[in-house]
């Protein structure tokens, strides 16, 4: 299988590999494909994501799309976290494998998810801004 040096890059050294004590999402996925999953955590202050780790017992193209999905994130509003889709971190990573895809999603799912954990504590209904957390039937090339 064909790998890009930067998935390979991001998986032989994952960034924002960990997990955050007193997190303000945390967000937890399983692939429906493969069964491996993924942890994500979140520290929030404003709207702003000023720190991200992720946890996976994922495969290698789970740990890449993850990693960089952490680096395309942190730093960034809530908003522009959401409109994240795995396409955009496959891309960012020049392209995975086909039948990998759907890994890529997790990281995707896991970033929602831990959004939709962080309004869920602050009270506030998470489906109208965080959506349906998309599923692997939703994977998109
Ligand atoms: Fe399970 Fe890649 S094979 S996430």
Redo the contacts with the bound molecule.
Sequence with gaps: MNYSEKVMDHFTNPRNVGEIENADGIGEVG?A????I?KMYLKIDGDVITDVKFK?F?????VATSSMATEMIKGKTINEALQLTNKAVMEALDGLPPV?I??SV?AEQAVKAALTDYYKKQGVDPEPIVGIIPDCEDCHE
């Design positions: 692939n494909k493969c069964g491996d993924m996976t994922g495969c290698g193209a789970a990998k759907h890994c997790l």
